[in-house]
T-cell receptor, first 112, second 115 residues
């Protein structure tokens, strides 16, 4: 089955710096890779996603990259702000949601 | 996108009782799922809620413990039966909006504490 590894588990950055979270998947059938932000006491919120026919996608301060050959995908947050502090989850999804696998999460702390 | 409402948002329950969580989506969706998230952990899929038929459960989860209903394309319930303290967790409803290649959205979760 699919296995998704996510690193780091915790990340502290100074406000204004960039943050990078990396995920690795194992199943070549995975073709959709969303990222979620979960604030304390709330449900996961979809913030950006990428499909296997695209190498990079950007939305304002957030970008995601995908390398199908190495089975790596990453979340990049630039100019971090205190409100970016949350737990971030990556996921690998295959075959029209036949299989959904989440990473273990990264707790991001942005220090003012 | 899809807006998913869950209730209750939180509850404190006694051991041995059962609680039903309701999930309402603001649009018709083909796929709905129930997840469990234990404190500080990732999301674990409990089951896929199938409209008009029995839910499909993941390994380690059984219908007698987590009965699920899905009477239509916008509504589902999850019951946590005969609760024990180990069932204390966040239960999340999710749905795919936009067909089988759409996006996966989550509700705000139901936080259960079992005493």
């Amino acid at each position: 089955g699919e296995n998704v590894e996510q690193h780091p588990s915790t990340l502290s950055v100074q406000e204004g710096d960039s943050a990078v979270i990396k995920c690795t998947y194992s199943d070549s059938a995975s073709n959709y890779f969303p990222w979620y932000k979960q604030e304390l006491g709330k449900g996961p919120q979809l913030i950006i996603d990428i499909r296997s026919n695209v190498g990079e996608k950007k939305d304002q301060r957030i970008a995601v990259t995908l390398n199908k050959t190495s089975k790596h995908f990453s979340l990049h947050i630039t100019e971090t702000q205190p409100e970016d502090s949350a737990v971030y989850f990556c996921a690998a999804i295959s075959g029209g949601y036949q299989k959904v696998t989440f990473g273990t999460g990264t707790k991001l702390q942005v220090i003012p | 996108s899809a807006v998913i409402s869950q209730k209750p948002s939180r509850d404190i329950c006694q051991r041995g009782t059962s609680l039903t969580i309701q999930c309402q989506v603001d649009s018709q969706v083909t796929m709905m799922f129930w997840y469990r998230q234990q404190p500080g952990q990732s999301l674990t899929l409990i089951a896929t809620a199938n409209q008009g038929s029995e839910a499909t459960y993941e390994s380690g989860f059984v219908i007698d413990k987590f009965p699920i209903s899905r009477p239509n394309l916008t509504f589902s319930t999850l019951t946590v039966s005969n609760m024990s303290p180990e069932d204390s967790s966040i239960y999340l409803c999710s749905a795919v909006a936009g067909g089988s290649t759409g996006e996966l959205f989550f509700g705000e979760g139901s936080r259960l504490t079992v005493l």
